[in-house]
């Protein structure tokens, strides 16, 4: 166990001070109280061997719907491949994207993180790239739809890597996700937020895998709604919100959480086109391959998010799609976000009420769709934005 400002995993023995207390948990005497802050942590993982990618602390207040972003998550399209009505518009927004310190040049956090890590035969040429293994597109017959192609875990190098770690001819991988579920145009790795030692990503009583070949409806659950990707079928998944549950100020209870809010009564992918809905895939081999299907929104099992388009379409060009921000002071639409809210009770016992400002709250009383919201680029949602500490990129 830990507390703010000691040694976790990962810092050095010698280290002069210790950073955020995060992916250990908080010792017992330490509890959280409304107004101070909470040092989180927000991870990139490898969909295949849950390990981190990328880390990034940051440190909300208690109980206060805060919001995290992360610029220069996206590459907007050029001007010059953008039509000849948009050319204004995307020359004021590209000096607003250099003025912020975003660059385009293949040195951005896009192009050396998020890019590569796409599902694509470019990314992945062959069997040996990653511990992933390419597989193309199917046409289809009279009886299957077409569907997508897609990168599945190496399993036979996660065995030999097993092998090589615990020394065991017999050892076997325990991480991974079934063949099927990361389709072309999907990262390979999905966003996690952490706070004392509980991770959005961990396994709930009724929304849990057992292994990285279970397709029951637990695990679909988790991938679903626990670990979800930022890429999508090459477009954006740009915000969520992590819901954290406390009780006296702790995390240790067994109904204690941290998890991903979503919009309420399936209108999550409301207005939106339909292959850029993200949720949660049906059960069993049937619903896997379902879910590679060409126009897959109604094999869904349950519809949670909108997708940002990264490029246009080319049948409908004036549809939204990622583009550059056109203000500073922009939330822009395309950038990766965390939303934190809090529900439960402090160290005084006093009750958490932020969670009353998460988007779902809003949609359940029918004021608008958020998702649509940020589809559209119409969004004026007013919140702090906390200050990023600092980054550690690992691949």
């Known amino acids: 166990c830990c507390r703010p400002g000691t040694l976790q995993e990962g810092d050095l ?19 959280l109280r409304i107004g101070k802050k909470a040092p989180m942590q927000l991870n990139l993982v490898d969909y295949c061997t849950d390990e981190i990618l990328y880390s990034s602390y940051f440190a909300p207040e208690i109980d206060k719907f805060s919001l995290v972003n992360f610029p220069c998550t996206y590459s907007p ?38 890019q590569k890590r796409v599902c694509n035969p470019e990314n992945y040429p062959d069997k040996n790239e990653r511990g992933y293994m390419y597989y193309p597109p199917d046409e289809g ?28 001819s017999t050892a076997t991988y325990t991480t991974g996700v079934p063949d099927g579920f990361i389709r072309e145009g999907m990262g390979t790795f999905y966003v996690e937020v952490v706070v004392g030692g509980r991770k959005t990503s961990e396994n709930l009583e009724n929304c849990r ?38 009780k006296d100020g702790r995390l240790i209870f067994k109904r204690t959480f941290v998890s991903f809010n979503f919009e309420a009564n399936g209108i999550g992918c409301a207005g939106c086109p339909v292959d850029a809905c993200w949720g949660v895939p049906k059960q069993g081999e ?30 409908y060009p004036d549809e939204a799609f990622c583009q550059y921000p056109q203000s500073p002071r922009d939330i822009d639409a395309c950038s990766l976000k965390v939303y934190v809210a809090w529900v439960g009770t402090d160290a005084g016992g006093h009750a958490c009420t ?12 029918g004021v608008s ?27």
């Open 13 to 31: 023995p010698n280290a002069e001070k210790g950073s955020f207390c995060t992916m250990k948990p908080f010792e017992a005497d330490y509890k």
């Open 77 to 114: 399209l050029p001007c010059s491949q953008q039509p000849e009505s948009r050319q204004e518009e995307c020359l004021a927004g590209k000096a607003v994207w250099d003025e912020v310190g975003c660059t385009d040049d293949g040195t951005s956090f896009y192009h050396r993180v998020v």
């Open 369 to 395: 769709n958020i998702a649509v919201d940020f589809y559209n680029g119409f969004s004026n949602i007013a919140t702090t934005v906390d200050r990023r500490i600092t980054g550690r990129e690992t691949t």
């Open 209 to 246: 895998c057992e292994g990285p070949h279970d397709v029951s409806k637990e695990c679909m659950c988790l991938l679903g709604t626990r670990k979800v990707p930022y890429v999508y079928n090459n477009s954006v998944l740009p915000y969520l919100t992590a819901l954290v549950s406390i």
């Open 141 to 168: 017959d009279i009886d299957t739809p077409p569907s997508k192609g897609g990168c599945n875990c190496n399993w036979e190098m996660m065995r030999q890597k097993a092998v090589n770690r615990t020394g065991s």
């Open 286 to 315: 049937a619903g896997m391959q379902a879910w590679g299907f060409q126009g897959f929104d109604l094999d869904l099992e349950s519809k949670l998010m909108c997708g940002i388009p990264l490029e246009p379409d080319a049948e």
């Open 354 to 365: 932020s969670s009353n400002e998460m988007f779902s709250k809003f949609t359940q009383m």
